[in-house]
């Protein structure tokens, strides 16, 4: 099935607050955690992991003014998908979460209303090996594209592709258990900010084909500015079932 996806390019200042506040985001740097050359080591990165989930309820508690907040994760098809339960004037409320970090950032959503994923990423290695992993033949002709038509390099816009596939799997609840080939995309014009998506059978029947999926990237912006992450968060109104 094809899916016509919307692409806004937002700056890191505009993730706060998405879809009328219906959504909000937040990222940041870990001071205390230094990211050098040589990466992190195995039990910081758990540290890091740990840090996100701790912001992660922060923003809940600021957003929903709510106590006794766990962070649990779905069964099911969307087996794994993170979601908090909370207590809100005596009722439990469910709120769709998602959560991703990269080296020393962090990066959460949270949402009532909507459902979200998200992902953050240090540019990738534009090796052809690295690329045939979850690039098909004519993803790569857009990649391509897209560099010469935003004047990046193939890592930037590689990372910008990847971090779309991922957010939006994340979204659906399915990360990439069926693979990197279970959505491609067919064309993107960053200029009306719009993506052409073909899914596959399994990904399709689990929603509408008029469902309205928004993303939101810091692609732009980090081309202007030389972060060295590029942040993606896909949003959905609802799944079947």
Known sequence: MEHKVRLKFISDQEIIQLESGKVTAYKMEIEKFEFTEYGLEACVKREVSKEARTLLKQIIVDKYQ???????????????????????????????????????????CASENKLVGIDLQSKIKAEIGTLQVFLLPQERKILYKLAADTC????????????????????VGIGFRYGFNSLMLRRIDWEKEEIDLL??????????????????????SCLSSGNRHILTIAVMDSLKG
Request: proline letters at 1%.
């Open 66 to 108: 709510a106590t006794n907040i766990s962070i649990k994760k779905r069964r099911g098809i969307r087996f794994g998908q993170p979601y908090a339960l909370l207590e809100k004037d005596g009722n439990k409320v469910l709120v769709n979460t998602s959560i991703s970090h990269c080296e020393n950032v962090i990066a959460v």
């Open 199 to 220: 899914l596959s059978e399994k990904i399709s029947g689990l929603f509408d084909q008029d469902e309205i999926i928004n993303l939101y990237s810091s692609y732009l």
């Open 152 to 171: 990046a390099s193939l890592e930037e816009t590689a990372t910008l592709i990847w971090t779309i596939k991922e957010a939006l799997l994340k979204a």
